[in-house]
């Protein structure tokens, strides 16, 4: 009945949507967590792809999500449902990086056509210099998880502070620290990238 | 070449670039599962077990006895003065430059009535210290497209009864920041003193501090005895080459 009002409803704000969906779902209604898992599903495997790049990102995302749906009973009512996947989308991907033990980088696709067919071209006024992006896919793969994390929190997944704070576990005083922290290592790591070419 | 240009960057244009970089990595499609998600969760996977009311009642209390003992191992690792922030960790991996107080590190050189005008506050200037002989300005880190917040240091040069601090032409410098948000963070790796009847802190031994700018955060070493307070929405970071009670008497933090 709920979802009969959802989808006849659609002024409705989003924010409310998920509010009823998260309910549902905490009240065991699969279909309502069906729906979060289609809303939330690229989400979290962009989390997946920059904490552990090369890992089966499929995978990861469906574990997480069962792994959502039994902590469904525990989630806090009210709380946003989005960075909440997010930790657990990263979580997952860090024990499959565990599991693996081994670490893949980030890779750049190839520039030539048809090679990639399946990528998704960089938004049009997105373009970023072959040789800037090179450069900073290596210092991005000397940075470890946890800093990728935070960096693609901010600059991809644009999170809000809270939301950061939620999703890395961390009082929100302390993700511009984090932040801070992540952007100073990454600029040392391009320095010690040009120094070592 | 792209490493120089990468590295001129501030953090706004540094994270920008990393927005153009996500659609140029190589990804596989976006994922479905949500069939394979409710598959599993229809095949019963991992089903919870119930566990004996005596084990459920032991495993609560030893989270509840962990819960409290993480949370006072926190309240002693961190320290927030609104925009001074402490924190205690035995290493930082960031490698320090010059000293703060080297002056271009501070921002713009500015007078003690510019200072006054772009901060929105009036800085606290010690009577025994008089009028300092340099004054900075800068801006905190802008992220989450909150309002600047301004930082203004001052300093006075050494004199009898105000020793050079190690490194620099100083014998004192004063640092204020008024909000909430991060500027300056410390990391001090030894204990450092919690002096209670002054509601301030007292940092002896050599740390690093990493000041969040809008151009970007940088990181450097401090060899003086640093005094950290608040007052109001101000935090104040004192530091100099005095002892605990002279410094506290210059801040006018003692109890006479």
């Known amino acids: 009945m709920y979802r009969d009002e959802i989808v006849t409803q659609p002024t409705e704000r989003a924010s409310s949507q998920e509010e009823v969906l998260v309910a549902l779902a905490r009240d065991g209604d699969e279909h309502a967590f069906g729906e979060l898992v289609t809303r939330y599903q690229a989400l979290a495997a962009r989390v997946a792809r920059f904490v552990a790049p090369g890992v089966d990102v499929d995978d990861v995302v469906q574990e997480a999500f069962v792994k959502a749906w039994y902590a469904m009973p525990r989630f806090r009512q009210g709380a946003p449902f989005k960075p909440w996947i997010c930790r657990i989308a990263a979580n997952e991907a860090k024990n499959q990086i565990r599991s693996a033990r081994r670490r893949e980088a980030l890779v750049l696709r190839e520039t030539s056509a048809g090679r990639d067919d399946r990528s998704v071209p960089p938004p049009e006024g997105q373009v970023l210099a072959r040789e800037d992006a090179e450069a900073l896919v290596r210092a991005m793969n000397r940075l470890g998880s946890n800093d990728r994390l935070v960096l693609a929190y901010r600059w991809l997944l644009d999170l809000s502070e809270a939301e950061m704070a939620d999703a890395l576990a961390v009082p929100a005083g302390t993700v511009k620290s984090r932040l801070s922290r992540a952007m100073t290592k990454l600029r040392t790591a391009i320095v010690a990238e040009e120094v070592q070419a | ?256």
């Open chain 2, 1 to 256: 070449m792209s490493a120089q240009r990468l590295s001129r960057m501030t953090d706004e244009e540094l994270g920008e670039a990393l927005r153009a970089l996500e659609p140029m990595l190589l990804q596989p499609p976006p994922p479905e599962v949500a069939g394979e998600v409710g598959a599993a969760i229809d095949a019963g996977r991992r089903p919870r077990r119930r566990l004996s009311s005596r084990l459920r009642i032991a495993i609560l209390i030893a989270a509840a006895l962990l819960l409290i003992a993480t949370a006072a191992a926190a309240a002693k690792l961190v320290i927030d003065l609104g925009g001074i922030r402490i924190e205690r960790e035995p290493t930082l991996t960031t490698t320090p430059t010059s000293s703060p107080i080297a002056g271009v590190a501070l921002g713009r050189s500015v007078t003690l009535t510019e200072a006054t005008a772009a901060a929105g506050f009036t800085p606290v200037v010690p009577r025994e210290l008089g009028a300092p002989d340099r004054v900075w300005l800068t801006s905190g880190t802008r992220a989450f497209d909150q309002p600047d917040m301004v930082l203004v240091a001052m300093a006075w040069l050494q004199r009898p009864g105000l020793p050079r601090i190690p490194g620099t032409p100083f014998g004192a410098s004063l640092i204020e920041v008024r909000g909430d948000d991060d500027v300056l963070v410390k990391h001090v790796g030894a204990p450092f003193d919690e002096l209670r009847e002054a509601h301030a802190y007292w940092i002896d031994t050599p740390h690093e501090v990493e000041l969040l700018t809008r151009d970007g955060t940088r990181v450097f070493p401090v060899t003086g005895n640093v005094l950290v307070w608040q007052r109001g929405a101000l935090a104040l970071r004192l530091e100099t080459d005095l002892a605990q009670r002279a410094a506290l008497d210059l801040a006018g933090l003692s109890r006479h």
